[in-house]
Every structure is written in C-alpha cells, then in structure tokens.
C-alpha cells in the first residue's frame, strides 16, 4: 500500500539548535516532495519543493534534501527560533500531474 | 489579490440537513481541491478539478459532491450531513505544483 510517513507527531528542540524532520513514501514515485508549515487554526503554507532529481534545495534556513533511492526527504531548520513552532507537513505527487497526498504533520516546538 | 477564499469559516449542522461549502480563487488556477483535516489523520483528499466543468475523485469522496461551473469556484456539497463528517476543510488551488489553501472551514455535525 502506498504510505507517506513523518518521523514524529511532536518534536521538541531548544532555541538556536537545528531542528530535523523526516518524511519517508513507500509505493510512490512522486516528480517532486514539498514541505509546508501549519499554524493553529490557518491553512498549510507552502515552503519549498524539491524535484526528483535535485538532491538539495536551500532558502534561508531552511534546507531540503530528496533521496529517491531511499525514498525519504529530510526538512532542516537552522538556527530555530520560537516562531518557528509549527507543524510542518510533506507532501508529494504520484508521477507528476496528480493531486498532493500529504503526511500526517510533525508539531515542531522551539523553546527559547 | 485574495488567494484563496472560503466560505463559511464555521458551520454546525445537524445531522441530516445539507450544505454547501463555497471555494473561490483569484489566481486563475486551473487545479482545484477540497481536503478534510482530523486530528491524527492528516489531510486527505475528497475530491479534486483540473479544469472547468471536471471533477474526479479522491481519497475520500464517500457522502460528498462537488462542482465547478466556473474556473474560479469550487464548491463542495454536504446533501445528508453525518457526525462523521465533522471536520475542518480545506479548499486548495494550483497551476500544477505549489498549492495555495483557504484559511479553513470547521464544520460540526451534531
């Protein structure tokens, strides 16, 4: 069956440390993985998107990377800081021009 | 520019009656979709647009419909509300990769 997994529901991390998520699919083969953050109460904003065949895509602190062989994303957080708590999702296509199918979220909390 | 736009933000219904929640985007996006969001479960797909006049089926399309007369609307339709169905929406719009999402409809069935 096709499965998107992020490593945790909650991670807890302290301020100024890098905070690193996971997002692992089986059974898909998506044309690129995005990340987005959620706030309590709003919508899911988009952050970055990767494509299958970049390995690293950067945009201020944050970086993406995107293992098509181990079928895994990995999310970084440099230097986080207390508004950075949120909960970030994955996302991915399923060979491209397919609705997103997204994981379940990790609740990340930055403490100062 | 709104974005995306959803309407009602809350809702409570009572089991049985209908409803219709309305979705309207100003990007000119040709893909359009409605999620559920629960606790645990993530968002998942009721049903989605590539284009005008179409509509396809998601994840979870059971006790849903949905139509899209025009490019920039996008409405779900709720004919015979369940408790199962109390859920916050969300109504996203795209030209094929990044999606832009409503701000959220919380619906209650009671």
């Known amino acids: 069956s096709q499965k998107i997994e992020q490593n945790s529901e909650a991670l807890n991390i302290q301020e100024g440390k890098t905070a690193t998520l996971t997002c692992n699919y089986t059974?898909?083969?998506?044309?690129?993985l995005q990340w987005y953050r959620q706030d309590p109460g709003r919508g899911p904003v988009f952050l970055l998107l990767?494509?299958?065949?970049?390995k690293e895509k950067r945009k201020e602190r944050l970086k993406v990377t995107f293992d098509t062989t181990l079928k895994q994303s990995l999310f970084h957080i440099t230097a986080s800081q207390p508004a950075d708590s949120a909960t970030y999702l994955c996302?991915?296509?399923?060979?491209?021009?397919?609705?997103?199918?997204f994981g379940k979220g990790t609740r990340l909390s930055v403490i100062a | 520019n709104a974005g995306v736009t959803q309407t009602p933000k809350f809702r409570v219904l009572k089991t049985g009656q209908s409803m219709t929640l309305l979705c309207a985007q100003d990007?000119?996006?040709?893909?359009m979709y409605w999620y559920r969001q629960d606790p645990g479960m993530g968002l998942r797909l009721i049903h989605y647009?590539?284009?005008?006049?179409?509509?396809a089926k998601g994840e979870v399309p059971d006790g849903y419909n949905v139509s899209r007369l025009k490019k920039q609307n996008f409405l779900l339709g709720l004919e015979s509300a369940a408790p199962s169905q109390t859920s916050v929406y969300f109504c996203?719009?795209?030209?094929?990769?990044?999606?832009?999402f409503g701000q959220g409809t919380r619906l209650t069935v009671v």
């Open positions: 990007m000119n996006h040709e893909y």
């Open positions: 990767i494509r299958e065949n970049e």
């Open positions: 996302a991915l296509d399923n060979s491209g021009n397919t609705p997103l199918v």
């Open positions: 996203a719009s795209s030209y094929g990769d990044e999606a832009f």
């Open positions: 647009s590539v284009g005008e006049g179409t509509t």
């Open positions: 059974n898909y083969s998506p044309a690129y």
